[in-house]
């Protein structure tokens, strides 16, 4: 178990910096120099400097506060989405795997409902659906994670059954819950680890994406942010560029997380780091 | 004369192949095993040895065909009843690492098989000692992992679980030949050993002819998921009637 130190060391570096940026996240908003909502046109369209470390967009609100107040929204409302997929499509993965016969068969075929669309083009329509605001954009974003989890859930159910341990673990007289709960569960808990951890960008990107396109939050939230400077692109580039740097670099925290989760409880898996 | 332990009748397992063909894995095959006995079962591989192994202890159900053990049908348990009658059922697989859970260490599986019949965790200790020290490990690899023994010395403690429960009848399915020879020779005759001090009896799976000989009372040769020729060890090694049975022979003084 385990890689080299190396990837350890790397693990524990990127967990080090996941975990700074969740606390960071939460007391963010308290840090911003001025209100993240206060409009003041006299000031709209300043450049970096001065009052304002990160300019001000279009009606005057200063960047770096929105971008610090949208923080706890982006990163909470990713890993909110992370965890519901997560609790939901294991739970479905097992039932299905376990059962197996006729209820994996309508499970799976509603799973494969689900990723006929694309992911996003689903979390719209459920989003439009659900109307506007964060809490919508998170279970829109969660209608449509959940399936990966479920499919991967269920596949290693499947495979961890038919091991001689389990068969070993029958004769002793185990009953199927306490099999599913002490070998099967453990065993398929890693891949999954490693697939949320990895989910997580996709999360921060769909939430972004959603408030992007106003189905999520309309207050400062990194997405929605890049929405409205978009117009005023050419005359204020700064209102766009730096919530997009934003997006980016948390982003790749999280890629690079999973990647360095997945290289240490999944080696065997190491090889397609850069592929994805 | 007394029920055999295991009294398997008329066994027939079909399984749809890709693309609707049919493998009729096992064919009427019928077996007997008595109390203190121990039976081989040889045949080349793909002959229906490991479907005979899931059919006995009910991983798969047969299409027809009866498997009597300890004096109920197996084949009609479920349940709760199952789980006792598997009480009395134990079996050694060919991958001694993979019948270990790898997240648990030696001790803790063992301890697993030990719940049903041992109380209390100093008990249980010393029982998992006991049970390490009889199949010629040492204390210290209950708190190994299977990752970390040797094949033999997963096999060793492969036994000791399987022998924890006090089982009638010990099923080996494979159990020596992804072991090299050596080991292979004492995990034999700690086989052998076991079977002498406990009266358990064996259902012994193997490809190997040579091993089979010197360890069964009995064999069994099948072909093509049916029993070409079965009796006394000897007697089927030194004359054996069928024609299968010979090449299978000719092929053991080849090598």
Redo the contacts between chains.
């Keep these: 178990m385990g890689g080299p130190t190396g990837t350890k060391r790397k693990l524990a570096a990127y967990l080090s910096l996941f975990l700074l940026l969740c606390v960071f996240s939460l007391v963010a908003g308290k840090l911003a120099p001025h209100d993240a909502e206060f409009v003041d046109l006299a000031a709209a369209k300043q450049a970096p400097g001065g009052a304002y470390p990160l300019g001000t967009d279009g009606l005057g609100r200063c960047i770096w506060s929105r971008i610090l107040a949208g923080a706890s929204s982006s990163i909470f409302a990713s890993l909110v989405i992370v965890v519901i997929s997560l609790v939901v499509g294991c739970a479905v993965g097992i039932v299905s795997g376990y059962a197996g016969g006729v209820i994996d068969e309508i499970v799976m075929r509603v799973v494969d409902v689900f990723l006929a669309f694309p992911g996003i083009v689903l979390s719209i329509a459920v989003a439009g659906m659900l109307g506007p605001g964060l809490k919508n954009g998170v279970l829109a974003l969660a209608a449509t994670g959940w399936t990966q989890y479920a499919r991967l859930t269920r596949s290693y159910v499947l495979s961890l059954r038919q091991e001689n341990y389990v068969r070993a673990a029958r004769l002793n007289g185990q009953t199927g819950l306490s099999i599913l709960i002490r070998h099967i569960l453990p065993n398929a808990i890693r891949p999954v680890a490693v697939t949320g951890t990895l989910h997580l960008s996709g999360a921060m990107l769909g939430i972004s994406g959603l408030s992007f396109l106003g189905l999520s939050s309309s207050s400062a939230e990194w997405g929605s942010m890049l929405s409205e400077g978009r117009s005023l692109m050419q005359q204020c580039p700064w209102a766009v560029l730096y919530p997009a740097l934003a997006i980016f670099l948390v982003t790749i925290l999280f890629n690079l997380l999973g990647d360095s989760v997945r290289d240490v409880l999944d080696p065997s898996g190491a090889e397609n780091t850069l592929k994805d | 004369m007394t029920e055999p332990v295991l009294d398997v009748r008329n066994v027939t397992k079909t399984f749809r192949e890709r693309g609707g063909r049919r493998l009729r894995a096992l064919d009427g095959v019928s077996l007997t095993v008595s109390a203190g006995e121990c039976v081989g079962v040889v045949g080349e591989s793909g002959c229906g040895k490991s479907t005979l192994a899931r059919v006995i202890?009910r991983?798969i159900l047969p299409d027809s065909g009866s498997v009597r053990f300890c004096g109920t049908e197996m084949t009609e348990l479920r349940g709760g009843k199952l789980?006792?009658a598997?009480?009395n059922?134990?079996?050694i697989?060919q991958?001694p690492r993979?019948?270990?859970?790898?997240?648990l260490n030696i001790g803790t599986?063992i301890r697993?098989?030990l719940?049903?019949v041992v109380r209390g965790k100093k008990e249980q200790d010393e029982q998992i000692a006991r049970l390490l020290l009889s199949v010629g490990l040492e204390e210290r690899f209950a708190d190994a992992y299977p990752?970390q023994m040797s094949g033999g010395e997963c096999q060793r403690a492969?036994i000791a679980?399987a022998i924890a429960?006090r089982p009638k009848l010990l099923i080996c399915d494979e159990a020596t030949s992804a072991l090299d020879v050596s080991v292979q020779a004492q995990v034999v005759e700690l086989l052998d050993q076991i079977r002498r001090e406990t009266g358990i009896s064996f259902l012994f799976i193997s490809h190997d002819l040579a091993l089979v000989s010197s360890f069964c009372d009995r064999v069994y040769v099948l072909c093509g998921g049916r029993v070409a020729e079965h009796g006394a060890t000897l007697r089927v090694i030194r004359e054996p009637r069928e024609e299968y049975t010979k090449r299978l022979i000719g092929s053991v003084l080849t090598m």
Excluded: N
Aim: proline share 8%.
């Design positions: 202890t991983l789980r006792s598997y009480r059922m134990k079996m697989f991958e993979s019948s270990f859970d790898p997240r599986s697993e098989a719940r049903p990752g492969a679980r429960q």
